[in-house]
């Protein structure tokens, strides 16, 4: 271990990683020796060629057993990058998903044919890491974004993500939608990416996700459309007309999600004008 050159720790660490069936084990093992020294990738090839000190031994092999024992990455570093901003993240919180920046991508999208630049009132229901609603609040800064969570860890690492990036968002404890129903405040938009795993689904998840991330973020009830109907159940309170309700779903969920929706004249009276699912 002693002598090695920082490449040569790198290529090491990498086929341990590999060696344990560790998919992406040279970039992991990159991101782990970077984040060990909180350097950026150039900053890692200039020293590329310098010695691994030796004190960064024992915390580096802590982080390649925490690795090939599952816990993801972005808990080991804690941080995950989200529409270009980095955000922190622990197991209290869902690790923000690209597929995610997609739904906010389209969401942008749509409400600049409905708004324009109009000031709006936004809530996200269910803030996690606070990707969503912290980055609505920095892409639009003359929004009005609140977000809602039930677990008051996710909101503690949310409202420090929202201090560290510098972003202007309202923060609610409590189920879903109650805080806005309770304060009686109406919004033009809901967006939501709720936990919409079927509950005997889970078990089939990886490793690292259903032992490490939080089962609040992901279990979605028997059939995992429990919180789809929830919210729905109280945006036609909530919501001003026009409206605009943005939800992230699960693979196969577009049907019974079109299906809930379209149960709106007798139940939910949302007066739905479009339905959009993407990619359709
Ligand atoms: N809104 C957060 C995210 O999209 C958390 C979602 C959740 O915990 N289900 O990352």
């Keep these: 271990m002693r002598n090695m050159t920082i490449k040569e720790a790198h290529s090491w660490a990498s086929s341990f990683l590999r060696q344990h069936h560790i998919d992406q084990a040279p970039l992991e093992a990159e991101v782990l020796i970077r984040n060990l020294f909180q350097w950026n990738r150039s900053q890692l090839f200039l020293q590329w060629n310098q010695p691994f000190p030796i004190e960064k031994w024992e915390p580096l092999k802590q982080w390649l057993d925490q690795r090939i024992h599952h816990i993801p990455l972005q808990y080991i570093v804690g941080e995950q ?28 999208h749509e409400a600049d044919q409905i708004w324009q630049d109009q000031p709006i009132t936004v809530v996200d229901v269910g803030t996690g890491s606070g990707a969503i609603a912290i980055t609505l609040a920095l892409e639009k800064p003359n929004w009005h974004v609140h977000t809602v969570d039930i677990s008051n860890a996710a909101l503690k690492t949310a409202k420090k993500n929202a201090i560290k990036l510098e972003a202007q968002v309202t923060f609610h404890h409590g189920d879903l939608l ?103």
């Excluded at 919180?93 to 389209?106: C, Y």
């Design 178 to 280: 109650n805080p806005i129903l309770e304060s009686k405040m109406k919004v033009d938009l809901i967006v939501s990416n709720p936990p919409y795993i079927p509950t005997k689904d889970l078990d089939d998840l990886m490793p690292e996700v259903k032992n490490n991330e939080p089962m609040l973020a992901l279990d979605g009830g028997e059939d995992g459309l429990q919180f789809y109907r929830q919210i729905l159940q109280q945006a036609e309170k909530v919501l001003h007309r026009p409206g605009l309700i943005a939800f992230e779903i699960g693979i196969d969920q577009s049907e019974p999600i079109v299906e809930l929706l379209q149960q709106k004249d007798s139940k939910w009276k949302l007066q739905i004008e479009h339905i959009k699912v993407i990619p359709d």
């Design 81 to 108: 990058e989200f529409y270009g901003r980095p955000f922190s993240v622990n197991p209290n919180v869902l690790i923000p998903r690209p597929e995610t920046e997609l739904l906010l991508e389209h969401l942008i």
